[in-house]
């Protein structure tokens, strides 16, 4: 990553990435209300760059075919999963990004180990995999709520109360596995203040057209807010990595949110800095023998060539991207 874009995305997102081995307490080192100083308008037009900037690279990341890249999504109800991903995304080759969302597992799952149906929804070689919560979730929701371990028929001898500590040993580890064989592991937590929720969950009552999203059981877990508020922070110190960080994304404002997202995103993916395959050279000669063949095809007053009429003669051999 060598041009000013890479730099200023770094520079912009440093500020939310949590430094590995730092003890965090959220409502003390992160401030739900952020926004870098920048005005909602400018924001917007930022993102739409980003979401190109995107576009461009995950076309690079397809055609090498060599990494892939796994996003995780964590925040409380109505942090903003659903519209970071729907405008983050919006660019981008649907058929390169896959999304899945993990709710209350079904009894198959709890028949394996605790991430077996998250390792089922990795990305292949050149692919997206969008987490929307993800494996996080065994040291979150199971955490705040003991009687879901209990359902995941662990032995007797492993339900200690290091269980946790061994839990976070152990995602790290898995996560270390997969950067080693090329999948980069992307983690952002969008976090909202309390009052902020409040407000969305009354907008989703008082709108007739967003009645669908709310849920009683959404309530009844707000009543648990300073529990999930010890268990983020726990997760957030114990697993941010140098091989898969966190970044704890300022989520009351949506569009500063989709933002910081697709910024740590374009970061992840400059970084890795895919390029286009060289087809070599005698694939190149048949491509030139096949130009010409097409060329002589043209009919009576068309260009032989319309995109080089259109372009000038293109370059005889790509030249390498930079990030």
């Keep these: 990553m060598s041009d000013d874009r890479a730099e200023r995305i770094a520079d912009f997102i440093e500020p939310l990435r949590v430094r590995p081995g730092s003890k965090v307490r959220l409502e003390r080192d992160f401030d739900p209300r952020y926004k870098a100083g920048m005005k909602k308008r400018?924001?917007?037009?930022?993102?739409r760059t980003g979401v190109s900037l995107l576009a461009e690279y995950q076309e690079r990341l397809a055609a090498q075919d060599t990494y892939g890249v796994v996003l995780c999504l964590q925040a409380l109800d109505a942090g903003g999963k659903?519209?970071?991903?729907?405008?983050?995304?919006?660019?981008?080759?649907?058929?390169?990004?896959r999304v899945s969302s993990f709710k209350v597992p079904s009894s198959e799952e709890l028949?394996?180990?605790?991430?077996?149906?998250?390792a089922r929804r990795l990305p292949e070689r050149g692919e997206i995999a969008i987490f929307n919560r993800s494996h996080y979730e065994e040291v979150l929701v199971v955490r705040v709520h003991p009687e879901v371990l209990l359902r995941q028929r662990l032995p007797q001898d492993v339900l200690g109360?290091?269980?946790w500590d061994r839990r976070y040993r152990e995602i790290n580890r898995w996560e270390h596995y997969l950067t080693d064989n090329g999948f980069r592991v992307v983690?952002?937590?969008?976090n909202l203040s309390k009052e902020e929720q409040r407000t969305r969950f009354l907008k989703r009552i008082d709108l007739p057209e967003k009645n669908w999203k709310f849920s009683a059981a959404d309530v009844r877990e707000r009543r648990r807010w300073d529990e999930y508020q010890q268990a983020f922070s726990e997760m957030l110190s114990a697993t941010s990595t140098k091989w898969a960080p966190w970044y704890v994304v300022p989520a009351d404002r949506k569009w500063f949110a989709r933002l910081c997202a697709g910024a740590i995103l374009a970061h992840s993916l400059m970084d890795i800095d895919p390029q286009y395959p060289d087809v070599g050279e005698e694939a190149r000669k048949d491509l030139l023998v096949t130009k010409r063949a097409l060329e002589k095809e043209a009919p009576a007053g068309a260009e032989a060539d319309p995109y080089t009429a259109r372009h000038g003669k293109p370059r005889s051999k790509p030249k390498k991207k930079r990030g």
């Design 42 to 47: 400018a924001g917007t037009e930022l993102l």
């Design 82 to 97: 659903d519209g970071t991903i729907r405008h983050v995304m919006s660019g981008v080759n649907p058929q390169g990004v």
């Design 111 to 118: 028949d394996h180990d605790y991430l077996w149906r998250y």
């Design 161 to 163: 109360p290091d269980i």
């Design 187 to 190: 983690k952002i937590f969008l």
